[in-house]
């Protein structure tokens, strides 16, 4: 009886465990990027430092507005070319441009799904044979990496609960089946730890 009631709590909370993890991490992130500029302006108009909640809530606050004002810039001819400039700058620094580049690249595909990318999901074997899981195409043309590679399929397989720290596999095609369920289903399958199952019936 204890067992079973330890396993409802647990299944209950952990859903709010991994939400509060991943926006910890998000608040972490953003106190740490707006703390400088916050704490520098906090001593030039001679007020005490903010507290850790202050520097939270104004790093959302500043966050969003960087959020809509970039949005707004997208919307409008005078923003495009600036926004061209900064994106043309950023391609010619070193070191930088590997990783900007890789990422505007990335988003670009899930965006648009351009070629297929990030929108088929599909079965592959994985870690080794006899296991299975699902994972994303990324690309259907593995060529430029090794002779007979047109006939490989590169697969994106997200972890769990953070889908973002995945794997790329190449896998042949002939090794990767199609599953017919959408994007969003296979994504909080993998984030609910293989809890929440897909419904091929809904999402399509």
């Known amino acids: 009886m204890i067992r079973k009631y330890l396993l409802a709590g647990l299944f209950t909370l952990l859903p709010l465990v991994v939400t509060l993890w991943i926006l910890k991490g998000i608040f972490t992130a953003l106190i740490g990027i707006f703390r400088g500029p916050l704490t520098w302006l906090a001593h030039l108009v001679h007020v005490p ?3 850790t909640w202050g520097l939270a809530l104004c790093s959302a606050l500043a966050t ?6 970039v949005g707004a810039l ?3 001819f005078i923003g495009r070319q600036v926004l061209t400039w900064l994106d043309e700058l950023m391609m010619h620094v070193p070191v930088v441009k590997t990783i900007y580049g890789a990422t505007r690249q990335l988003m670009g595909a899930i965006q648009s799904g351009q070629g297929g990318s990030f929108k088929d999901v599909v079965l592959v074997e994985w870690p080794h044979p006899g ?3 699902l994972g994303f195409v990324a690309s259907r043309d593995c ?14 397989v997200p972890t769990s609960p953070n889908p973002t720290s995945g794997y790329v596999v ?3 095609a002939a090794r990767v089946r199609p ?4 994007a969003d289903q296979a994504l909080t399958w993998a984030v609910s730890g293989g ?10």
């Open 74 to 76: 997208v919307g409008n």
């Open 64 to 69: 969003g507005l960087l959020l809509l004002l």
């Open 143 to 156: 060529s430029w990496a090794m002779a007979g590679g047109e006939n490989m399929v590169a697969v994106y």
């Open 195 to 204: 809890v929440v199952v897909p419904d091929p019936n809904r999402g399509r």
């Open 179 to 182: 599953v017919d369920i959408s």
């Open 49 to 51: 430092d903010p507290p």
């Open 131 to 133: 296991s299975h899981t």
């Open 170 to 172: 190449m896998v042949e």
